[in-house]
Each structure stands twice: as structure tokens, then as C-alpha cells.
Nanobody
Framework: QVQLVESGGGLVQAGGSLRLSCAAS????????MGWFRQAPGKERVFVAT????????AYADSVKGRFTISRDNAKNTVYLQMNSLKPEDTAVYYC????????????WGQGTHVTVSS
């Protein structure tokens, strides 16, 4: 499996921006679709965004569409989540995940990075 480490979380005011990064190591980054998920306090983890290998297709949750952008730099084995126009309801732990092409589930997960949006 691929190992994932997220970074870039923090505290930001509503309307601000953050960029999360997820560095992959271990098995080759190629052939993995990558995703971002989030878990708000007291709630289940939910899908945020995903990007295919090598990066031609993306998909977003309706709640972040138009505000968040997922991208990947395959030379750096890194996936990003650019978050703009942040809202207090975006407060959550954000997790990076990897899914091998052809597999139905995300099988590798990072440890998460905290994002807090103040009103």
C-alpha cells in the first residue's frame, strides 16, 4: 500500500483560503486515484473530492463544488486540495486517501489534518 501524510491544515477566518497537501510514499503513486474526505465533530466521514490517475477527471461533493479544487503533481507524488471561500461548516479533520485503479474502495488513508474555520 501507499503511505499518505497530510499537511496544511490550520485555523482560518470565514472567507479565507487554505491549501492542503498529501504526500505519498511507498508504492508508486501512479495508477492510484486520490481523494479527500472530511469528518466534522460528531459526524461521519464524508467524501469531498477525488481525482483520477493521471489527473484528467475530478469530482466534488455538492457542498464544496465551486470553492474547492483538487489537483495532483505526479512528479512530486503529491495531491492538493485548494480550499477557497471557507465557511464555518467546513471545519473538520481532512483525510487524504488512495484507491488503486480498478478497485472499488479507497484502501490507504492518511492520519488527517485539522481545519478550523472561525466565523
Amino acid at each position: 500500500q501507499v503511505q499518505l501524510v497530510e499537511s496544511g491544515g490550520g485555523l482560518v477566518q470565514a472567507g479565507g483560503s487554505l491549501r492542503l497537501s498529501c504526500a505519498a510514499s511507498g508504492r508508486t503513486f501512479s495508477s492510484y486515484a486520490m481523494g479527500w474526505f472530511r469528518q466534522a465533530p460528531g459526524k461521519e466521514r464524508v467524501f469531498v473530492a477525488t481525482i483520477t490517475w493521471p489527473g484528467g477527471n475530478t469530482a466534488y461533493a455538492d457542498s464544496v463544488k465551486g470553492r474547492f479544487t483538487i489537483s495532483r503533481d505526479n512528479a512530486k507524488n503529491t495531491v492538493y486540495l485548494q480550499m477557497n471561500s471557507l465557511k464555518p461548516e467546513d471545519t473538520a479533520v481532512y483525510y487524504c486517501a488512495a484507491r488503486m485503479t480498478g478497485q472499488p474502495q479507497f484502501g490507504s488513508w492518511g492520519q488527517g489534518t485539522h481545519v478550523t474555520v472561525s466565523s
